[in-house]
């Protein structure tokens, strides 16, 4: 079974980079020019792939640190010592592109072996769901579109996988190193290191916390009763595990490497007097408290087939009615929260090359009542995103989403881009789903990129002050 595994991976792998590299010669024929936010990216590594390293050099336009650019020279320069080839070729634009599709092969075999790790393996039909949840998250529309341009998607996504991987194998020191590697594609990367350490934590909380449970039923102890039991149990257990110097120490010499990385960052935005580098006035930090709906709605979306039926709809409403003082209370903030807390970028409003130009101007800004009236699927959705990870601890949930929350709700600007890796990290940890589900999700993917591509590449227009151009995108 392992071997017939080994072989549906191949050809999952072989087929998907087919694919990939021609779409790859699409996009170079129709592209041939830098293209939205590669208008920063590329020249900033065509001079570092010259040589050019000093900060006079740096585009200040540039928010990202150089990670992207220090790899592609790391990766396109010992081609030109290999195979002969001129500086003109091997520090092209074909040539720098290139480098997120070997990326997009690294993310391929990092979500394979994730899968592995995160799924158990007792089942005889999981090797065909690992094989077709890797397939269905390496095309991920939103991920897979970026892999065909220069930008930090994919780069940032084989390092942040990469550190969660070793994560769970107990390398922690080499789990921090590619942390930081994943921190120069991407400031807020940082978050997901701290998730790796939180992981570390959320392991040792719930062996603790199964051990404390077992004591009080052999005690035969009366259970703590009244609203919010569960709760105040666990908040009494966190106090007193906290209280234990012993657990402290346990838990600092397991996340160290994690804890010099923060410290590092910490450092870092000290230094630099911010998170951001370079520009910084289009990447101000708010409260934007609606950026996690709209991840909710992302995920509800792409998940559909895991997250939307009708017997999830009836159990939520149920759920909803027996408990309805407190979702009354729940959808009185959530409204809070969009009335106060709503903020609209400047990018948001004025590109209108990405579609979530046009997700806010037809749904959002239609009718100003639009998105009080998206508050129950909000509540929805964030309720069937947290019952499909019941499978893992309550700990490992608020892990995840302390996390999901730092790496989301600051950010101004919306932009599925930022949803991606929060996704892959929700996607790999939900119980591996029906492999009816899995083909119905894929075969929505593949729809999705086909008629991404399609407008991308063939429904061009211009705007009217310029000849340049433009084109549909994510």
């Known amino acids: 079974m392992a071997q017939l595994e080994g072989y ?12 990939s590299c021609l779409l790859f010669s699409a996009f170079s024929r129709a592209l041939r020019e830098p293209y939205m936010d590669e208008t920063f990216h590329l020249p900033q590594a065509q001079r570092y792939c010259e040589g050019r390293f000093s900060l006079a050099q740096w585009d200040p336009m540039i928010t990202t640190l150089p990670g992207l650019y220090l790899l592609s020279v790391g990766v396109v320069k010992p081609a030109r010592w290999i195979f002969g080839w001129s500086e003109h070729v091997v520090c092209s634009i074909g040539m720098l592109r290139f480098v997120n599709l070997l990326f997009s092969v690294g993310n391929f075999y990092l979500l394979y072996l994730l899968f592995r ?24 529309p939103t991920l897979y579109f970026f892999n065909f341009l220069y930008y930090t998607e994919a780069g940032s996504m084989f390092f942040t996988l990469f550190a969660y991987l070793m994560c769970l194998y107990g390398n ?29 934590v959320a392991q040792k909380l719930t062996e603790a916390w199964k051990t404390e449970l077992q ?12 609203p919010f039991s569960e709760f105040r149990k666990i908040l009494q257990f966190l106090w ?9 120490s346990m838990l600092f010499l397991l996340t160290w490497p994690y804890i010099l990385l923060i410290f590092l960052f910490c450092v870092f935005v000290v230094v630099n007097g911010g ?20 991840f909710f709605s992302f995920t509800l979306f792409f998940s559909f087939p895991h997250l939307l039926s009708p017997s999830k709809m009836k159990a939520f409403l149920c759920l909803a009615w027996k408990r309805r003082i407190q979702f009354f209370v729940l959808t009185l903030v959530c409204v809070f929260l969009v009335w106060k807390f709503t903020y609209v970028h ?17 749904v959002m800004q239609r009718y100003e009542i639009v998105k009080y009236l998206l508050v129950p699927v909000y509540l929805f959705a964030g309720w069937s995103i947290t019952d499909s990870l019941k499978s893992k601890s309550v700990f490992w949930n608020l892990m995840f989403f302390i996390c999901l929350f730092t790496v989301t709700v600051p950010q101004k ?6 949803f991606i890796l929060p996704y892959v990290i929700y996607r790999l940890n939900i119980p591996l789903p029906p492999i009816s589900r899995l083909v119905c999700e894929l075969g929505c993917y593949a729809v999705i990129n086909f008629l991404t591509f399609y407008i991308f590449l063939n429904k061009t227009f211009q705007w009217p002050n310029s000849q340049d151009t433009q084109r549909f995108m994510w």
């Not at 790790?117 to 090797?127: I, L, Y």
């Not at 930081?180 to 290191?193: D, K, L, S, Y």
């Open 8 to 19: 549906y991976f191949s050809a999952a792998l072989s087929c998907t980079f087919l694919v």
């Open 117 to 140: 790790k995160v799924q158990p393996r007792h089942k005889a039909g999981s090797s065909v769901q690992r094989i077709l949840s890797t397939l269905t998250l390496a095309v991920f």
């Open 172 to 200: 922690h020191k080499t789990s921090a190193l590619l942390g930081f590697c994943g921190f120069m594609f991407r400031q807020t990367n940082i978050v997901w290191a701290v998730f790796c350490a939180g992981n570390v």
């Open 215 to 226: 004591k009080k039923k052999e005690e035969r102890l009366p259970p703590i009763k009244g």
């Open 240 to 248: 007193v595990y906290s209280m234990s110097f012993k657990n402290l």
């Open 275 to 294: 998170i951001v580098v370079g520009d910084r006035s289009s990447h101000e930090v708010c409260l934007h408290f609606p950026q996690l709906f709209y």
């Open 346 to 362: 400047k990018y948001l409003l004025a590109d209108n090359r990405h579609y979530t130009f046009y997700v806010w101007k037809r």
């Open 413 to 418: 600007l919306l932009e599925f881009r930022y």
